[in-house]
């Protein structure tokens, strides 16, 4: 079965990790695969965002070490947000270090990040000792993490050779790696979820490096199957239409995918 064909909704049998499943599930449902890339700075506006865009996604992902008034009831309102829309949300925390020091940067500091986030995003680069640590804290709830295995920005360093390792230590760590944030066809594992951030229409790049491609060429030539917009909605006029905009673009191209 090749990933690129498969209907999200067959793609939820291939697995049993319960994150997967319950995406795929709201994928389907939503009929959406759009991330937003809630990236501001205060609580209020996160929440705003949030109530916004929550009908038109499927995930929203945060770096919740960006907000300047960051406190345990913006996450609990932010849950109860996720809830009433149906949604995941994913903490690009991009954890990068020995399992023991992930476990406890996981479940412990000013964010508890395990307490709130569905998913969170880790580097390949320490080995599957990341992976480990972060299994270690779930403690039964449904958790899960994407391995960060290609980067969108100009002269990132993922070589071939690194991307394989990490699709390596996805398969033999599928109870906890749900999927990729790539920017190419990495896997044509059914059971893993291709996430493509750097995407906009009508921009190319921004001055910091970033590269950015359409929803469609996302998903038509790059193989994601969630594609992540961020400043594409965040800092449009209006937060909503772009979003439900993106949310057509993408799962039409998704749907053209499947039946081509
Ligand atoms: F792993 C990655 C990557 O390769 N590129 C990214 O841009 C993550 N990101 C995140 O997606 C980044 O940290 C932002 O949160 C978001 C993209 O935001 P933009 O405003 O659409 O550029």
Redesign the pocket.
Known sequence: MDRLKCTFESRESTTVQPVSRKLFNIMSAKQSNLCV?A?VTKSAELLSLAEKVGPYICLL?T?IDILSDFSTEVVEELKNIAVKHNFLIFE?R?FGDIGNTVATQYSGGPFNIVDWADLV?VHGLPGDGVIKGLGSCASGQPRGCII?SQ???SGTLTSDEYIKGCCKMAEENAHFVIGF?AQSNISKDPRFIVFT????SGCTS?VLG?QYVTPRAAVLERGADVV?????I?KSDDPCSAAKHYKEEAFKAYQERITS
């Open positions: 890339a990236d992902k770096h690009d991009k995003t960060v980067m969108s920005s944030v951030p750097g995407v906009q921004d970033q992540i917009v961020g400043r594409g965040t």
